[in-house]
């Protein structure tokens, strides 16, 4: 099956707050996104709501479960108790626990599996008892994989931020994609699914789906928004799609 396009709304959400102004709106935009056919939206909202406000969570329920109802809302972020609340009155469909510090301008890395297993595990069922599907954010490092399958998540993220940096380096860009590969390889083979997201673009995206066929789930936000500012986000979506392998 083809891969599934989630979008990211957190730059479109910093955007609008380099203003005191309702515009450019995240429903609104989360709204063409998925008329373009994603088939979800994704926010991570910061403590210190710098691109997602708290005022967003709920409005962005409200437009997948009344307009949208087939479509998916992931909410991303560290697992605070704060956090683990919110995605509880939010009640989304996925939650991606990351390890960020919430002074990080961006999720720059995944889970110490090894370390931080015994945290993560009552957090994972604690989610799962509430309904909602768990995806922990994951170097490319299959080692790390038997120890996140453990803490009873359902997926993982493979954090692809080096992969997309080596757009100027086609000989990086096939060492990274291997480690992805053997990483996503070895979650399959445990019965884990495996989503994928940071720094995707157009021209990443078929070497990353070719060498995970697989692959469940892209989160894209800046490429995506990058790219909307040119093409439109209804058009910019559809290329995204095209990139995952649809039919458009």
């Not at 409200?62 to 087939?70: R, S």
């Not at 490429?223 to 040119?230: S, V």
Request: with cysteine.
């Amino acid at each position: 099956m083809p891969v599934a396009l989630s979008a990211n709304l957190n730059a479109v959400a910093q955007l609008r707050n380099r203003r005191d102004l309702p515009w450019p709106s995240v429903v609104d935009m989360g709204r063409l996104a998925l008329q373009a056919g994603a088939a979800g939206l994704t926010i991570h909202p910061r403590p210190d709501q710098r691109h997602i406000r708290f005022s967003d969570v709920p409005e962005l329920r409200a437009l997948v479960d009344d307009e949208f109802p087939d479509r998916e809302y992931n909410i991303e972020g560290y697992p605070s108790a704060s956090f683990l609340s919110l995605c509880e009155e939010a009640q989304p469909e996925q939650v991606t626990l990351v390890p960020d510090d919430p002074a990080q301008a961006t999720s720059d890395h995944g889970w110490d599996f090894y370390s931080q297993h015994n945290y993560l595990t009552p957090i994972v069922a604690r989610l799962n008892r509430a309904g909602m599907r768990v995806s922990l954010f994951a170097d490319a490092d299959p080692q790390q994989i038997a120890m996140a399958r453990d803490t009873g998540a359902d997926r993982i993220e493979l954090y692809t931020g080096p992969y997309g940096a080596t757009y100027d380096n086609p000989e990086a860009a096939a060492r990274e994609l291997d480690k992805l590969g053997e990483t996503a390889d070895a979650a399959i083979g445990m019965g884990m699914a495996v989503n994928a997201g940071h720094d995707l673009t157009v021209a990443n995206l078929p070497p990353l789906v070719a060498r995970i066929p697989d692959l469940a789930e892209v989160s894209i936000g800046h490429g995506l928004t990058a790219d909307a500012l040119e093409y439109g986000m209804e058009d910019t979506v559809k290329r995204f799609l095209q990139a995952c392998g649809h039919e458009v």
